[in-house]
């Protein structure tokens, strides 16, 4: 059974930082995209930031950048995201996912594999 588990969400004032993990078991995702996204009750789903196989290409959204870093490593089989300068509206349930395709997608639609969240608020 493959799982995704994060961790790392909390409260944290403005302007602090949070460091996200997401481990993986089941399965390898070494030679896949991999990526977190964000979700607040009442509005879309929202992609954050997105990492190749190799961890040479990512995209950010652009409320995001500049300021997250996504990050990975293999031999962990994990994703991270380091949140710096947090800001009131990146208050949200992070979810990371896995793609079963190659390359590096924002479309939540090519992530098949979802961890179940964790949450982070942040204190104006």
């Known amino acids: 059974q493959v799982r995704l588990v994060e961790s790392g969400g909390r409260l944290v004032q403005a302007g602090g930082s949070l460091r996200l993990s997401c481990v993986a078991s089941?399965?390898?995702?070494?030679?896949?995209?991999m990526a977190w996204f964000r979700h607040v009750s009442g509005k879309e789903r929202e992609f954050v930031a997105a990492?190749?196989?190799?961890?040479?290409?990512?995209v950010y959204a652009d409320s995001v950048k500049g300021r997250f870093i996504i990050s990975r490593v293999h031999a962990e089989n994990a994703v991270y995201l380091q949140m710096n300068s947090l800001k009131p509206e990146d208050t949200a349930v992070y979810h990371c996912?896995?793609?079963?395709?190659?390359?590096?997608?924002?479309?939540?639609?090519?992530?098949?594999?979802w961890g179940q969240g964790t949450q982070v608020t942040v204190s104006s």
């Open positions: 996912a896995a793609s079963p395709n190659h390359g590096i997608y924002s479309n939540a639609n090519e992530y098949f594999y």
């Open positions: 990492i190749n196989w190799n961890g040479g290409s990512t």
């Open positions: 089941g399965r390898t995702f070494h030679d896949a995209p």
